[in-house]
């Protein structure tokens, strides 16, 4: 026994018949009636229409999300879609376009790759002149300037450019609206290839992977 009496009280059965608790009116004015109008039945049936394609399309959005979150996953961890031409290589977390235009001096290629709405990776170059190799910290910083400018965009952090043998890269991360883009550029003789990472939330993870899996293949 503890320190303490207790008291059970003999809890009461529930009632078997709720007929003669409840009464029978109540019970029948509660049920829906069969006299319904044509139109109060079409619209019962738009509103179960309506209700289930939102669940049909929440529930899609799941299914997009989960598939997008773990392409992603694997990206970082190593895996993806690989792409090889151009003079690179790079790898994308889910198959890669490549669009080009312009021409000689003004050729432009970019290769993306979108993973919904919100998060998108891309490897761009740009033809350059063989004479921006001569100052390549300075050509760097120019196009960076005009890429940022470009998008309306504005810095939130850079790094000074960094020389190594005949290329010079140079790293920073500027914002365009809500979006942030990570962006890494290397000069090589006669080429600017730019990799970005666009995200609506911080993607260093990403875009870490993005910088990993590029590399070139002929030194232009």
């Given at each position: 026994?503890?320190?303490?009496?207790?008291?059970?009280?003999?809890?009461?059965?529930?009632?078997?018949?709720?007929?003669?608790?409840?009464?029978?009116?109540?019970?029948?004015?509660?049920?829906?009636?069969?006299?319904?109008?044509?139109?109060?039945?079409?619209?019962?049936?738009?509103?179960?229409?309506?209700?289930?394609?939102?669940?049909?399309?929440?529930?899609?959005?799941?299914?997009?999300?989960?598939?997008?979150?773990?392409?992603?996953?694997?990206?970082?961890?190593?895996?993806?879609?690989?792409?090889?031409?151009?003079?690179?290589?790079?790898?994308?977390?889910?198959?890669?376009?490549?669009?080009?235009?312009?021409?000689?001096?003004?050729?432009?290629?970019?290769?993306?790759?979108?993973?919904?709405?919100?998060?998108?990776?891309?490897?761009?170059?740009?033809?350059?002149?063989?004479?921006?190799?001569?100052?390549?910290?300075?050509?760097?910083?120019?196009?960076a300037k005009a890429l940022v400018e470009?998008?309306?965009?504005?810095?939130?952090?850079?790094?000074?450019?960094?020389?190594?043998?005949?290329?010079?890269?140079?790293?920073?991360?500027?914002?365009?609206?809500?979006?942030?883009?990570?962006?890494?550029?290397?000069?090589?003789?006669?080429?600017?290839?730019?990799?970005?990472?666009?995200?609506?939330?911080?993607?260093?993870?990403?875009?870490?992977?993005?910088?990993?899996?590029?590399?070139?293949?002929?030194?232009?």
């Amino acid at each position: 026994m503890s320190d303490y009496d207790s008291e059970v009280i003999e809890s009461q059965p529930p009632p078997t018949d709720l007929a003669d608790k409840v009464d029978e009116s109540v019970i029948l004015e509660a049920l829906p009636t069969q006299d319904r109008s044509p139109i109060m039945t079409a619209a019962g049936w738009g509103l179960g229409a309506i209700v289930l394609l939102a669940l049909g399309v929440v529930a899609w959005g799941w299914i997009i999300n989960a598939t997008a979150g773990s392409a992603v996953e694997r990206f970082i961890n190593g895996e993806g879609q690989v792409y090889e031409g151009d003079g690179f290589s790079a790898r994308f977390p889910t198959t890669p376009e490549r669009v080009s235009s312009g021409e000689g001096a003004s050729k432009s290629v970019t290769v993306s790759s979108n993973v919904g709405q919100d998060l998108r990776f891309s490897i761009n170059w740009t033809q350059q002149p063989e004479t921006a190799a001569e100052n390549p910290l300075n050509a760097l910083n120019e196009a960076a300037k005009a890429l940022v400018e470009d998008s309306n965009g504005e810095f939130v952090s850079q790094r000074a450019p960094a020389v190594f043998g005949t290329a010079a890269s140079k790293e920073f991360v500027y914002k365009v609206g809500k979006t942030l883009i990570y962006a890494s550029m290397l000069l090589t003789l006669d080429r600017i290839y730019t990799g970005q990472v666009s995200s609506i939330k911080p993607a260093v993870a990403e875009y870490e992977a993005l910088k990993k899996g590029f590399s070139l293949t002929q030194l232009r």
